[in-house]
């Protein structure tokens, strides 16, 4: 019995597996990854605070999509940025994410690492206790990451108009290349997918239902893709918030050209 033990013991410990390719790679550079992302975008937001900023986010119609929707209440101290305020609800989609769970249970609890490898834990409880039940709030922060959506696709709008000018820039190119993706992060999300096509006996058992299912079918075949939209807009809106930076703060000169007067 005690030599059984033993090798139960040996069989358990962590990391140990029969495969010889290298496991470790892909949460390693997913840990890498989001700790760079973290790193960049908190430093970034917390520079936005002062009056005039620490590093200016804004350079004519062009805004950091980390401050969009600009607010600036009196009641805020200078010292506060105002990224603080908004930054709560685009994050609150991108952490709860099916695939970034996966993404970071592998890469920071080990749970598991990888297929096949022994993980840390010894037992599994899921979501069900603090914090992770809160990983159930995904189908609510949906909404949020909807809604700023719009919002970003209104200021990428809005980049195409200078001092009165219809025009296009390079930083009007990347807000708008920036929007589209966060859409399409956000389209191709599992719970807009449910949201759509869920709850559902018969497909065609009506108009509105064959609607639905056509809205369905295409949004599943944006989900196949979903890790795709979730890497690439993280690294737009991080690319987006750095050329911003960089213009507002004099380091490079955008480039854009006017194609016409812009009537109020």
Known sequence: MAQASTTLGRERRYGKTQRVDRWWLEPLLVAFGLVSFIVYSTVSALMGAGDPPIWAYEAGPYLSPFFEPIIKPAWLPSWVSP???????????????YYYRRAYYRSFFMS???????????????????PLFLQKL?????????AFNMLLWYGAIKSFYWEGEIGI???????????????MYSLSCHSLRHLVGGGLDCFSCS???????????????WNEHHRFW???????????????????????????????????
């Open 83 to 97: 990224a603080l305020l908004i930054l709560g609800g685009p994050l609150s989609f991108r952490m709860t994410c």
């Open 230 to 264: 979730a890497w690439a807009s993280l690294i737009s809106v991080g690319v987006t918030d750095l050329y911003i930076r960089l213009v507002a703060n004099g380091v490079v000169t955008d480039l854009h050209t006017f194609t016409a007067p812009f009537v109020h």
């Open 112 to 130: 598991p690492p990888a297929c096949a490898v022994v993980e840390p834990a010894k037992s599994y409880s899921g979501e069900t206790r603090f």
């Open 207 to 221: 108009n509105f239902t064959n609607t639905r299912y056509s809205v369905w079918a295409r949004i599943s075949q």
């Open 169 to 183: 820039g390079v930083g009007s190119v990347i807000m708008t290349a920036n929007a589209f993706l966060l859409m």
């Open 138 to 146: 995904h189908r609510y922060a949906l909404y949020i990451a909807l």
